[in-house]
């Protein structure tokens, strides 16, 4: 049973372009979540989703930020018109169907964004 | 909004030493992980505690929870290279895990 898998596991991409990050959860999870790491801080939660549907988004920036997780495929974090201040890791972590009282999520390697 | 603090923030310990990380919420702890994070590495699950009291031990690491459910500790015994890494610890905040700052742990042969 493979983990959750991220990729690439290495962006560099110039101020004004576009990244896409994705994010393939375990086989059998639902449930999709996006974290950012800044140099030497801790992990902020971005953004948590479903199949097919955005549940909470609260942590995500208002502008250039945009998530999915489509019916088929990948979950993909997309950042428009990238600034430097969007470099960072980003972690993609998945649960399966949650349990009341439960909340283990299980991460991915992240991916990290160099913005030159 | 809750917020972890968690201390030291980094630690340099010697090989074979025993060492203990805590970890302070500012509210009621629901459901407390332990996660460890090696550099270019995603977050590896440690263990989770529920119930005021809790104890749970995993190889040479022990993490608890207070009764009072707001402060929980990672403790190590005999620590090795292979404890090396970056400790985090996450409260559940209904969807999402709210984290400390982690603790960065370095083994001096």
């Known amino acids: 049973n493979a983990g959750v898998m991220q990729n690439p596991r290495h962006l560099v991409r110039r101020r004004g372009q576009e990244a896409r990050l994705r994010c393939s959860p375990m086989?059998?999870?639902?449930?999709v979540y996006w974290y950012r790491q800044l140099p030497e801080e801790g992990l902020k939660f971005m953004v948590y989703?479903?199949?097919?549907?955005?549940?909470?988004e609260s942590g995500m920036p208002k502008e250039r930020f945009s998530a999915e997780f489509p019916k088929e495929g990948p979950s993909i974090l997309r950042i428009q018109q990238v600034v430097r201040g969007d470099s960072a890791a980003y972690f993609c972590?998945?649960?399966?169907?949650?349990?009341?009282?439960?909340?283990?999520?299980?991460f991915g390697p992240g991916t990290r964004l160099t913005v030159l | 909004s809750q917020e972890l603090e968690q201390s030291p923030q980094s630690l340099i310990v010697q090989e074979g030493k025993n060492l203990t990380i805590n970890c302070t919420s500012s509210?009621?702890?629901?459901?407390l992980y332990w996660y460890k994070q090696k550099y270019g590495e995603g977050l590896i699950f440690l263990m989770m505690?529920?119930?005021g009291g809790e104890e749970k031990s995993h190889e040479k690491i022990t993490a608890k929870l207070d009764e009072k459910k707001q402060q929980s500790s990672l403790h190590i015994t005999a620590s090795q290279p292979s404890h090396a890494g970056i400790y985090l610890c996450?409260?559940?905040?209904?969807?999402?895990?709210?984290w400390g700052a982690g603790t960065k742990l370095i083994i001096k042969p």
């Open positions: 996450g409260a559940d905040g209904g969807y999402q895990l709210i």
């Open positions: 086989k059998g999870h639902s449930h």
């Open positions: 505690l529920q119930k």
């Open positions: 972590a998945s649960s399966p169907p949650k349990r009341e009282g439960y909340n283990e999520q299980f």
């Open positions: 509210k009621t702890l629901y459901g």
């Open positions: 989703l479903q199949k097919e549907n955005i549940i909470d």
